[in-house]
């Protein structure tokens, strides 16, 4: 079954532009393609933008674009859509205009998130160029990375009815931990490319639509700088440097000006469909990945409880 072969884009509508400029470019470390009063774009690599982010009211996201391989595909993908009872729309000449892409077919998920299935997303005329990196963000097959979404009540069959039956998501993994007794982080991580997953759904308590966008660097040092950038900005941290073992990202959170997150990642293990089992995980982290506030706590304690910091203040 042809699907949908990689996230392409993806459309925050938020409050503060100025806010998300600044986060984007001067601590994440991607390139300011153009902006107005309405959004401006953000690039990543050789597309023209990889985030759209626009002047509104949501602070989430709004949009995800995925590209489908070609126009036969894509008309298999909505015969599809259509068959399955689900809403879709041509999005039109404008609209592919603005997206940069040949074509743009417009679909609902069943938690309400609006999907664009699109074909030629064309490279930029200019290339990538990022003031911070030392290596790149890694995109390519990949696409632009991987989020996280919140299945809000939606029965766990009923999404992969959509986006495994119908988009032709294959499943990665699953991952559940009771972090608390009675408070069970279940969590299902989709592929759709080599990259382990470009979509995961949780079915947490929380106020958006997404948890977080992960960007991946091709150099270790990119993670350590960009938390170094985030620090010294006191942007807001959601956990600390840490591991998760089923894709292997060595990774940060840091919160963006409009409340989800972004994860600063390393390392993501690639997936070969030929060999890849599904297993299910019973933790979230190898290490780290602390909520910031926990860590700012020990740390608190442990400067307060060590002498010999006590003596050197004397
Ligand atoms: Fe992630």
Not at 54 to 63: H, K
Not at 114 to 126: H, K, N, W, Y
């Amino acid at each position: 079954m042809s699907g949908v072969k990689e996230l392409a884009y993806v459309v925050y509508e938020v409050t503060d532009l100025a806010a998300w400029e600044h986060f984007g470019t001067a601590l994440l470390g991607m390139q300011l393609a153009d902006k107005d009063a309405d959004g401006l774009s953000l690039r990543m690599d050789a597309k023209p933008y990889r985030w759209r982010v626009e002047r509104g009211t949501a602070d989430d996201l709004v949009v995800s674009g995925y590209e489908v391989a070609g126009a036969a595909e894509l008309d298999e993908l909505v015969a599809r859509l259509t068959a399955a009872g689900a809403e879709v729309a041509e999005g039109g000449a404008a609209l592919a205009a603005a997206r940069r892409v040949d074509r743009v077919v417009t679909t609902v998920d069943p938690m309400g998130n609006r999907i664009e299935l699109v074909t030629g997303f064309a490279d930029a005329e200019t290339p990538f160029a990022s003031d911070l990196l030392l290596g790149e963000f890694v995109t390519g097959a990949g696409g632009a990375g991987h989020q996280v979404l919140l299945s809000k009540g939606v029965s766990r069959e009923a999404y992969l009815a959509f986006y495994e039956g119908v988009l032709g998501f294959r499943i990665s993994d699953i991952i559940v931990e009771e972090l608390a007794p009675g408070i069970v982080a279940d969590l299902i991580f989709l592929h759709c490319n080599p990259r382990h997953h470009s979509v995961a759904f949780g079915d947490m308590p929380h106020p958006k639509k997404t948890h977080h966008f992960m960007v991946e660097v091709t150099d270790m040092r990119d993670v350590g700088m960009a938390w170094d950038r985030c620090l010294k900005a006191g942007q807001p941290f959601e956990m600390t440097l840490g591991m998760h073992p089923n894709d292997n990202m060595f990774s940060f959170y840091v919160t963006t000006p409009s409340g989800f997150a972004v994860e600063y990642g390393w390392g993501g293990l690639l997936i070969d469909d030929a060999t890849w089992e599904v297993k299910t995980l019973d933790r979230l982290n190898n290490w780290g990945h602390h909520p910031m506030q926990a860590e700012l706590g020990w740390l608190q304690a442990a400067i307060a409880n060590d002498p010999a910091r006590e003596d050197a203040h004397r």
